[in-house]
């Protein structure tokens, strides 16, 4: 019989919204809502609540394909429709999934989007991936243009830019398909429960600063963003969810207790790590287990950060609606430049006390593994740390070589260990 | 005696390597990994301590003065009668497996009368094959009695009318059992008697013939005490040592090239299905690494489907390329289309050996892709594995080190290929005594004989 696996309350919860969620969905045109598709960086889950319209995130119905082992399936199809093996395995499951009916994970079919808001933050894919969606639906386009943090900051000028284009491109755009008008005091109450539910979420990732940390800041991290990072933001849900995953993760610090995984708490932390790039989802519990397996917790990662970077200050800030939609679409983590990049993954590996970093490089992303070799080495020259480099791919299951990611692996631990024991001085021969 | 074991299980060998206290070589073994990992790692300990033993023999022999000179000769002596005692031993298992194989075959032809022609012509060229001054085609059994087998089988299948694949099938599936099983039954006494065979070669004089006798002696009687072992590569999982003991491959050759050569920072190690480039400290510690990804092109093992293409062995391919003239310029190292690629050049008209020539350019050039993402070629620089043992790889290797970094000193040693097991064998000592001061001193002495 298969072990049963150790889940926190709020992952039992979170299912649960999750779950919830895809009901509403496949109700949504009964309901007379209107279905929104968009991306999760730079995603404006508010603006389309206040309008009573649903989102749908394409690459989150991937990344839920792959963990439930239906991406090589999809990616198959989406391969025989005339897409080459390079294209990014998230459009390609995601076409897949179309082309077999669009059944979400709960078995029921996803509904057709009425609008296709566009929120360009960093992916180029993303506009190739809904001009894709444009053919197949033949329904309108909201598209966003995020100009990227080229030298590392927002101007007001950029935000200015970009709430301007909220303001005559999107807004007029979802009133037309909702048939609504705005409703500014509904958004601004949107917007104040994100704020409370992005502090609980910040709150959580800094537990990670203590040793050892109670939580795991990437494997458990991916769960903890799920509803802020989706379609709850600035719901009373997600203000529920955060406090109690707060409450949980506080309790755990309370007693010095380590994260927990699927196989148990884990005790006794061995390395703290710091990571970039996606997990990978088609073997995501294995690749966690050759973590927790040498006692390696993750205490900050970059992909929790790709739908927004509280840590780093930020909050939706209810007095200007328009603007901090803006202000949150630029300072997504894929929006960010490389000097950024490597600024942000050297002050975690600091601020965290990490030993180390890890890259995991995605196969079939061109956007966002291009000039990762040379951040690793930057890293390693301002922290002093050893940096690891590992590559899979998001639901690609070709792409994921076990015995490889495994050497890989576990070569930088026992590389970690040994530079500890090492003394300060070469011993005379 | 006591002594420390490095295990290497590699995707094509398995190599194991014997350490005494003092962190010296005593022995080395190698063995093609097979199915089954624990019988290629029990074999290639068994041959690491084997040729513990006829290194004793060559170190009792070295003390003696008046023998001191033949030391060296005495012990390859030795070494090849055993390889022939050895070679006949498993050529009796495989040709009675065989055998009852073909009794029992419920063909209408018999291939019983046909096996043991072959058998028999195996057997009659065996000391040919082993003969002074002779190189095997393979350091494998499987091979060189593979490749023999069927070239006797061909003209076996004519002369009985048998379809030469049935024959083959029978060496095939006896060849598996045969390599499954461990078997140490005689190899004491083969032992002896190659030593023995020694003495009888030698014009030696009595008192001589005395001394000689105490030394075989002193090989054979010694004990050999395992205080630890540590075990290595692919297969490490399956290795019977506690996790503990298991080391990752990455670490052990650095460790052991940082053994063999101290100055070495950077480490370059082709293996058969994986290139690493490594770089590392003063003290032979990892700072940082990079391997090849889910693919093995152009790695060991697709030098070795070349060699299967070409119908020759792994050893043949480096000397063949090194005659190259105009060597052809290649860009595809896949390992699953290597036979194809070959095919088009050779029906193409382009000679054997400016193919080879442009092929071993192209396995360096992915090497020098990942060697430049680990961090580059530093002074001085060792290349490790099976490939670092072709000459035309080092060459190639060496021409593109100095076009792209400058000069460097190349290091190779005849050990490439236990780099990985040394390094085991060295975690193995510093298991074994507790603490780094014993392995720091075996460093700086000199880990190697």
Known sequence: ?429 | MKCCVGIDLGSTATKAVVLDEEGCILGRGVTNSRSNYDVACMVARAEALLDTRFNLFQAAVSHQPDLRAHAQALCSEAQRHFRLEQYLAQLRELAATALVEAESSRSEQSFVTPLHEIFDALREEAPALHAPGERPRSDFFRDVAGSRFMALAAEAAVRHDVPHELLLGFFDKAILAVEGRVSSAGLQERLERALRATLEEFDLAEGERQVLRSAVRTAIETPLIEACSVGTGYGRARLPFPKERIRSEILCHGLGAHARFPETRTVLDIGGQDTKAIQVDEQGIVTSFQMNDRCAAGCGRYLGYIADEMNLGLHELGPLALRAKKPVRISSTCTVFAGAELRDRLASGQRREDILGGLHRAIVLRAMSLLARSGGVREQFTFTGGVAKNEAAVRALRQLVEENYGERTLNTSPDSIYMGALGAALFALRESTGDREALSTALGAGATS
Not at chain 1, 17 to 34: M, Q, S, T
Not at chain 1, 37 to 59: I, K, M, S, W
Not at chain 1, 280 to 295: A, G, I, L, S, V
Not at chain 1, 305 to 312: C, I, Q, S
Request: include cysteine; hydrophobic fraction near 40%.
């Open chain 1, 1 to 429: 019989m298969k072990a049963s696996v150790v889940k926190e309350p709020s992952m039992v919860r979170q299912k649960e919204l999750i779950e919830g969620y895809f009901h509403r969905l496949a109700r949504a045109k009964e309901d007379g809502r209107a279905v929104v598709y968009t991306f999760v960086p730079g995603n404006l889950t508010e603006l389309l609540l206040a309008f009573d319209a649903l989102p749908v995130l394409p690459e989150i119905n991937a990344l839920q394909s792959g963990m439930r082992k239906l991406s090589g399936e999809y990616i198959a199809e989406a391969e025989r429709a005339g897409h080459s093996e390079d294209v990014c395995s998230y459009v390609k499951c995601d076409i897949g999934m179309m082309l077999k009916g669009n059944v979400g994970p709960t078995g029921e079919k996803l509904p057709e989007p009425d609008l296709l808001l566009l929120s360009c933050t960093g992916c180029f894919t993303f506009i190739k991936w809904f001009e894709l969606l444009r053919q197949r639906y033949r329904c309108p386009v909201a598209m966003l243009h995020v100009p990227y943090q080229e030298s590392g900051v927002v101007t007001p000028a950029m935000v200015a830019y970009v709430a301007k284009q909220l303001e005559t491109e999107v807004v007029p755009k979802l009133e037309r398909v909702t048939k609504k008008r705005l409703d500014v005091a509904r958004l601004q109450e949107l917007l104040a429960r994100s704020r409370t539910a992005e502090d609980d979420l910040v709150a959580v990732f800094e537990s990670a600063r203590r040793r050892p940390s109670p939580i795991d800041a990437y494997f458990s991290g991916v769960y903890y963003i799920g509803p802020l990072f989706t379609a709850f933001r600035g719901t009373q849900e997600a203000v529920d969810f955060y406090r109690l995953l707060r409450a949980e993760v506080e309790a755990r610090a309370a007693l010095g207790q380590g994260p927990v995984t699927p196989e148990g708490a884990l005790e006794d932390e061995r390395f703290r790590l710091v990571v970039e790039g996606p997990p990978n989802w088609t073997h995501f519990r294995e690749f966690w287990k050759m973590f927790y397996d040498e006692r390696a917790v993750v205490v900050a990662s970059t992909y929790t950060k790709v739908g927004g970077l509280y840590d780093r200050g930020f909050r939706h800030d209810p007095s200007r609606p328009l603007e901090t939609l803006a202000e949150y679409c630029l300072g997504c983590y894929t929006n960010l430049s490389l000097p950024a990049r490597v600024e942000l993954i050297s002050d975690y590996v600091r601020d965290y006390q990490a030993d180390g970093f890890l890259i995991n490089s995605v196969k079939s992303c061109d956007s966002f593994s291009a000039g990762q070799l040379v951040m690793l080495r930057e890293i390693e020259e301002r922290t002093s740390r050893a940096g690891a480099f590992i590559e899979t791919d998001l639901v690609d299951p070709r792409y994921f070589s076990a015995s490889n990611v495994k050497t890989r692996l576990e070569s930088y631990f026992q590389m970690l260990a040994q530079e500890r024991r090492v003394p300060e001085t070469v011993p005379a021969s």
